[in-house]
């Protein structure tokens, strides 16, 4: 074959994500391609497994056994797409262990709204319904995304998601129409929780300094605020239903453009959190140190293991 | 103390009986036998598999992707291993 010039490469490159054509493992791609989708994926492979602290949190304290079994469930979903996802770096030639360590060591960074405590049970509720809810509004464009395992990883991601997020309803409903204790501990949930949610989606367009480039690309299909714009808009009415109040008092319906106008989103607290000064953030990453160090010995037994097996089996 | 990393794996799922194994993603783990325990948890949490097939990944050779266009070419140019290059005369069937 006779060699390409980069540009051409290039040109090649996005004539086939713009008739989308899907990427893979071994097709060529922009160096830049590649990285975005390093630093992305890995990102959310993050998300997934830091993801688990907060509800792993309750396990041990559900209030019965099939909220229990539930909320089990539900972390070791969460487990499995970090996997699906890791694997998906790995695919683009990113070192596993390396990938961890940088969560480890401070350099990666994870979604925001795992910084925030888990109080009460009712934030199993909240975490479900609005953290999941969210998280799905993120995925579900990701199944299209021109990277081939990050889109396939995404589908079966989102299969399993949607499940998350209606147990989660299904806490805070019963606690909403439960005794006025119980609603108050669901209300203050929305109350914390609410917020933080509506940061996942990112920055505001003007502030997003990778959205143009990712859409061209076709790694992002929707951008930060229209995917919140979707999430008030589905959510909203949800919470009436149960009869919670979304803690915004500028939130209101415009019946012209059939939407909900929603508050100023409190940035410096985002950016504090991002930054590593948010309430959990330290407490997050020394546990998962704390267990990536207690698993040593684990991983080494399970080589020890594989050899001893192997040598029985060539005597 | 040794940090031999554990090898990658590809996972294959038969999803039901009749059907082959696909490709579902790939895991790590100390050995064949794990990487099927492995692949039980990580890939069939829902009963989406009745057997699973894995494969090192170092052992999957693969096409070069830059050379499809010629090694996929000879197919490309012979229509006339399609039932449909073919003209049947009207009433005809059963063909
Ligand atoms: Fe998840
Ligand atoms: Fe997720
Ligand atoms: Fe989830």
Known sequence: MKELNLNELERRFQEKIDKDIKIEPNDWMPENYRQTLIRQISQHAHSEIVGMLPEGNWITRAPNLRRKAVLLAKVQDEAGHGLYLYSATETLGADREETIDDLHSGKAKYSSIFNYPTLTWADMGAIGWLVDGAAIMNQVPLC????????????????????????????????????????????DALNRFWWPALMMFGPNDADSKHTEQSMRWKIKRHSNDELRQQFVDVTVPQAEMIGLTVPDKDLKFNEQTGHYEYGEINWDEFWEVVKGNGPCNKDRIDVRRKAKEDGEWVREAANAFAEKRARKKSA | ???????????????????????????????????????????????????????????????????????????????????????VPDGISHM
Request: glycine share 4%; net charge neutral.
């Open chain 1, 144 to 187: 299209r995304c021109s990277y081939g395992p990050y889109a396939r990883a995404m589908v079966r991601v989102c299969k399993e998601e949607s499940f998350h997020q209606r147990q989660g309803f299904e806490i805070m409903t019963t606690l909403a129409n439960g005794t006025p204790e119980q609603k108050a501990m669901a209300q």
């Open chain 2, 1 to 87: 103390m040794s940090k031999k990393e554990w090898p990658l794996w590809e996972v294959f799922i038969r999803s039901k009986a009749g059907l082959n194994h696909k490709h579902v993603g790939s895991l790590r783990a100390a050995d064949a036998t794990m990487a099927v325990e492995n692949a039980r948890d990580v890939y069939t949490r829902r009963s989406e598999g009745i057997s699973i097939w894995v494969v090192e990944s170092m052992n999957i050779h693969a096409s070069d992707p830059a050379e499809a266009d010629s090694l996929f070419e000879p197919a490309d140019s012979k229509v006339y291993r399609h039932p449909t290059f073919y003209d």
